[in-house]
């Protein structure tokens, strides 16, 4: 590799694409997670750990496409099943066996799981997610946490940012974070503070009526990755329990801290699951699963469905043959090696700014961490919001790390996939301390 960020300098092949897109696509891409001011770079290929953009620059990948890719890109075991399956088809309007396997896998593994149904994206996962518990209580309302992202479906991302300011009552304050949003949709949504034991218990109290279900992320990217705490969530089981509302654990992205997923780890069973990213072996993919009383509501054995679920792609044999390749290959022994790499990664930066005398802190669990340039206490999560000049601190070290061969989430949080070992971890905290020089001049 050449170093530096060659995408930046005019006349790159980033800035030739950028200009071209632009005009076809707003804001020149497709997402708006992978936007980064002026621009970012435009992807090219990628082989295992590394991503190569379109200017020709090979970064160690820690994003994976925000930790979908658990075995990196382009892994061989996972394209030779995706091409065994093409030669098949692609999609059919019956079910196949391929899904019923994934299934099977999940339902093994994750404790609060007996059955499954597929969907095309995390989103929708959580959204039916919110239906099935909707249908299942006959209730409209739902309560989710201040500051944590689900995806885009409308009673989801609601306050995905923090008000901030709380109301007159102390609470957090339901807010849009799409303009436009029906008024009614913020009435259909109580806030909760993340992590406040009684302030949560009071709210879901005074609303124990109306809500079918309590949303609950137990370790929020959108929080920094501090998880919920067990005192906290297993109070929030007893009293949704006590009050008939289901409990949704949204593990799309936590999924990948363990082998059961993270409601092994914290020792709390959900009513419902959101999964989606490393269980389709990286195309696209979601699910949503619990216990079978709950996901009855979908079943359309006896009569028309309480929730509805179609979906021309849901299922679809390419994502299951290649999501139950992915799923195989992550043995106990596999997450147990990712864990301890991890942990040396968040150790070794927590290393680099000791003795660098820069304030920060590492959260993260399992392949999972994020580098904060603060050391306020993460249990209240409003200090993971950053000022402007924190912001711009980070921006230097993102800036940093992606000239020296790391590919990074610009707010410096990122997961490590099956083909790294101890170098690339070696090579992130070694990149990270030069950063840190760099961005401080
Ligand atoms: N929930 C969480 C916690 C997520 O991080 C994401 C995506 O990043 C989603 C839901 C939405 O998943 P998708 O992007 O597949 O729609």
Sequence with gaps: RRGGNVYREPGSAAADLFERARRVLPGGNTRTTVYSAPYPPYAARGRGAVIVDADGEERLDFVNNYTAL???HADPDINEAVIRQLADGVAFAMPTEHEIALAEL????????????????????????????????????????????????????????????????????????????????????????????????????????????????????????????????????????????????????SLRSDYGGMQSVLGVTPDLTAMGKIIGGGFPVG????????????????????????????????????????MRKLTPAEFDRLATLGQQLRAGVEEVLREAGVPGQVTGYGSLFHIHLHQR?????????LSAQERAFVGRVHEALMGRGIFITPALFGCLSTPMGVPEVEAFVDAFAAALQDARG
């Excluded at 206490?377 to 919001?385: E, G, I, T, W």
């Design 287 to 326: 699910a949503v699963g619990g216990s079978a009383e709950v996901m009855s509501v979908f079943d359309p054995t006896g009569g028309p469905p309480r929730a509805p679920h179609g979906g021309t792609f849901n299922a679809n044999p390419v994502t299951m043959v290649a999501g139950l390749t992915a």
């Design 106 to 253: 999940l339902t093994e593994r994750v404790p609060s799981l007996q059955q499954v149904r597929f969907t095309n994206s995390g989103t929708e996962a959580v959204m039916m997610a919110i239906k099935a518990a909707r249908a299942y209580t006959g209730r409209p309302r739902i309560a989710k946490f201040d500051g944590c992202y689900h995806g885009s479906y409308d009673f989801a991302e609601v306050s995905t940012q923090s008000s901030g300011k709380p109301g007159e009552d102390g609470f957090p304050v339901a807010t849009p974070y799409t303009g436009g949003t029906p008024q009614a949709v913020l009435d259909s949504v109580v806030v909760l503070p993340f992590n406040d034991i009684d302030g949560t218990e009071r709210l879901i109290e005074q609303h124990r009526d109306e809500l079918a279900a309590v949303l609950i992320d137990p370790n929020p990217r959108s929080l920094g990755l501090y998880p919920a705490e067990p005192a906290f969530l297993q109070r929030l089981r007893e009293i949704t329990r006590a009050y008939g509302i289901v409990l949704i654990f949204d593990e799309v992205i």
């Design 377 to 385: 206490p993460l249990a209240d999560y409003r200090n993971s919001v």
């Design 70 to 72: 658990i075995h990196g």
